[in-house]
């Protein structure tokens, strides 16, 4: 059986994607046969990375033209290494029907393969979420910088709630006792994950057990990527820090990268690190992180657990989705402060710049505006 990666981050632009398709191309190397799935639904350009010339056959087509899998699963120029193309093209890709969801999911269990690596997008949508838990050993990405940080905790702590929610099915004294809580959004706010496992165990004890199983069995690994000084390491302690102390959570380093130009040339020139420059530090980084996940023992989550088995998306829960979010990120900020790895000062440095950048956008929207006013009214005078 394949041993799926899925590689995901809070934030984009954090080299996720640079991470997959070099790890990918390493682990070929080693004579393991691995197949690479750009999962960015919406955003699909893993191919560029690898230098892969773009199909028509790839998840959009599967999806809408109803071909064989198996046709979709692509040979590369790499030893060992097989590419599963996404598609931006395809409207609504990004909202993928229930459905859909775990049709997609059985098929990439049966991919027969050593390594499945899952290029996922960035942010906490659900899609995003079930696709990281189908392995308790994917990886994050995270840079030093401060919405990095952030967003990657925050995405490890949604990470956990989605387990949590997946665990204490509708209908069990668990999730009542959860709801209950959801209520009032301040006592939900300030609750961590262990506090919430002791209230958990006295209202429902035989889901709270399969739910510590699986927090036990739950081992994501860190990457910190664009490191520039041996200080930014901190980071990765911190996060670890705050995993244990505010989720529960087990938190594995798996290795960094240092920031380096030579990824912009790589991938000018459309080859990996790994291929263009493999004696570069970014490129021995990598070999070093591959050498990790080939050495690590390897965790499956309980036979029991199947994340697409819990029940459709349901529209109706937007609005409580959106709250559930607002929350954990203010508690997400709050953790951060509280275990010393975000000061106030760095706090009101990430307040100052998300400022700046929503100014900035909103500059956009105005050129955007008045270019299509202007295109709206030179169709009218023609």
Not at 153 to 168: D, H, P, S
Not at 317 to 339: C, F, K, P, Q, T
Request: charged residues 20%.
């Amino acid at each position: 059986m394949s041993q799926i990666i899925p590689v995901a981050s809070g934030k984009g632009g954090v080299g996720k994607s640079l991470l997959s398709a070099n790890l990918a191309i390493a682990l070929g190397q080693q004579g393991k046969r691995v197949v690479l799935v750009d999962l960015d639904l919406g955003a699909s350009n893993l191919h560029l990375v690898i230098g892969q010339k773009p199909t028509s056959e790839s998840l959009g087509s599967w999806l809408t033209d109803k071909t064989d899998f198996k046709n979709i699963i692509k040979p590369t120029d790499y030893q060992n290494v097989f590419f599963i193309a996404g598609d931006s093209q395809i409207p609504d890709l990004t909202s993928l029907k229930y459905s859909q969801k775990v049709k997609l999911i059985r098929n990439l269990k049966n991919i027969d393969c050593d390594y499945l690596i899952l290029d996922l997008g960035a942010g906490t949508h659900q899609f995003i979420l079930d696709m990281f838990l189908l392995s308790p050993q994917g990886i994050v990405v995270s840079a030093p910088a401060i919405t990095a940080t952030l967003n990657g905790y925050l995405f490890l702590k949604n990470v956990v709630f989605r387990l949590l929610y997946t665990t204490f099915k509708k209908g069990t004294p668990g999730r009542a006792y959860i709801d209950d809580l959801k209520k009032n959004a301040a006592t939900m706010q300030n609750l961590y994950i262990p506090q919430l496992v002791q209230g958990l165990s006295q209202v429902d004890p035989q889901n709270t057990q399969i739910f510590i199983s699986r927090m036990q069995q739950f081992r994501p690994r860190l990457v910190m990527n664009m490191i520039e000084d041996p200080k930014d390491a901190e980071r990765a302690t911190r996060i670890k820090t705050s995993c244990n102390q505010y989720l529960g959570l087990e938190l594995e380093y798996l290795g960094l990268m240092y920031r380096d130009m030579l990824q912009d040339k790589a991938l000018a020139s459309r080859l990996p690190v790994v291929v263009y420059k493999p004696q570069s530090v970014l490129g021995q980084a990598v070999y070093r992180i591959a050498d990790k996940v080939i050495s690590a023992p390897v965790y499956q989550f309980d036979a029991g657990f199947n994340p697409e088995e819990n029940g459709k998306d349901n529209f109706q829960d937007v609005d409580s989705e959106a709250n559930d979010d607002y929350n954990l990120r203010m508690s997400g900020i709050e953790d951060l402060v509280a275990s010393g790895s975000l000061s106030i000062s760095e706090l009101a440095e990430m307040i100052k710049s998300q400022n700046y950048e929503i100014t900035q956008l909103k500059k956009e929207n105005q050129l955007l505006k008045s270019k299509i006013l202007k295109a709206a009214q030179q169709g009218f005078r023609v």
